[in-house]
């Protein structure tokens, strides 16, 4: 009989969300807003688990501009297949999963609907499972890397399993009462925003289930510990989605060449611009002054945002599009959405959580503060 610290990760499980609910009560301690990073899960999550801003540990978006290192030239071959068929979610995962075995990769691997044309322009930023040595690209440990080496036993959730079975798997750890920390990661309430936005009906009911199921886990845990101490939070918010943006065709316009005069990566969110000719970067940043459908972040703005990467690996220019505001069609999707995150970090939408069941002298305020919460309370110092 010991002490357990249980994290639970409720991707999208925004303050927006949790605010007006009355999750977790009585029990919760403390339930504030978190101050977010700049991306998607894939710049967030190496944040939680390192302590460190992106431009440290060198995850941001998927897909990088980097014509020499590109691993997907042979790739290109499938541009002469028509987009109706590749654009397809399942023919796309067919081939996404199909190049992931292939390389070997580990990490969590989509192609999403980056077209085959411009494929071998790009590299993939997460090769490797961010939870396991050498995962982080920074070089930097995760918590979980500290905890190996510190022989701290720990239980962690397999991301690539469902809830039902990663909270069986908890359950199962937690039994024999060994682990001190816990690491439990929920991903359904995400692709729910995504599909139904935050008013769907089907929301509420989830986060009640969700209250149900820690419940249990609580309850359950309580037998094999003298103390639980519960920490539930997200990595991001969500908003809901007013408008698309079709600012893909409005670059295709201007009669600039993708891979001659520029290159680019269109996420959900923003525009990345990499410019190869002279007079492309005129071209094209006269077309984003007139867009109402976002705005260029400038150099201080990147400083503060933590994405001033040393190499622009990432883009010479960036293009954010206001809360609401989805760039669709882009290589992400090419389906409108109900929800999307990623948008400026201080929008109300955007903030993630954080809910204790302990009172905590210092609780946290961002991301990275997660990771000093986990080391303080497995025991591996501050
Ligand atoms: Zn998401």
Not at 3 to 21: H, K, M
């Amino acid at each position: 009989m010991g002490t357990l610290s249980l994290f639970v990760f409720i991707d999208a499980f925004g303050w927006e969300l949790v605010r007006n609910r009355s999750f977790l009560e009585p029990e919760a301690r403390i339930k504030k807003p978190l101050e977010t990073v700049f991306g998607y899960s894939c710049t967030c999550d190496p944040t939680i688990i390192t302590g460190v801003p992106p431009r440290e540990h060198g995850h941001f978006s998927f897909f990088a501009y980097d014509p020499v290192k590109s691993p997907f030239k042979p790739l290109q071959a499938l541009r002469v297949l028509p987009r109706s068929l590749v654009d397809r979610g399942r023919v796309r995962n067919k081939i996404s999963q199909f190049v992931q075995k292939a390389y070997g990769y580990t990490g969590y691997f989509q192609l999403y609907a980056v077209p085959f044309k411009y494929i071998h322009l790009f590299d993939y930023s997460e090769k490797r499972d961010i939870y396991l040595e050498g995962g982080i690209n920074g070089g930097q440990p995760s918590v979980f890397v500290l905890l190996d080496k510190a022989g701290i036993p720990y239980f962690r959730s397999d991301w690539r399993k469902g809830e039902k079975e990663a909270v069986a798997d908890l359950s199962a750890a937690l039994a024999g009462g060994r682990p001190r920390l816990a690491y439990l990661y929920l991903a359904k309430m995400d692709a729910l925003l995504h599909a139904k936005g935050t008013q769907a009906a089907e929301v509420g009911a989830m986060i009640d289930g969700y209250q149900d199921t820690l419940r249990a886990v609580l309850a359950d845990a309580r037998k094999s510990y003298d103390e639980v101490r519960l920490f539930v939070f997200s990595d991001h918010g969500m908003t809901d989605i007013v408008r698309s943006s079709p600012l893909m065709a409005e670059i295709d316009a201007t009669g600039l060449v993708f891979g001659r005069d520029y290159a680019a990566v269109y996420d959900s969110t923003m525009a990345r611009f990499w410019f190869l000719r002279e007079g492309s970067r005129a071209t094209i940043e006269a077309i984003l002054g007139k867009s109402k459908d976002g705005r260029i972040l400038d150099n201080a703005t990147l400083h503060d945002w933590g994405i001033d990467f040393a190499d622009r690996r990432y883009g010479e220019l960036f293009f954010l599009l206001h809360p609401g505001v989805l760039l669709c069609p882009s290589f992400m999707g090419t389906k409108p959405l109900a929800g999307m995150h990623g948008y400026d970090p201080g929008s109300p939408g955007s903030r993630a959580s954080f809910i204790s069941t302990v009172e905590l002298e210092k609780a946290p305020e961002k991301l990275a503060d997660l990771f000093s919460l986990m080391k303080r309370e497995s025991g591996l110092g501050v």
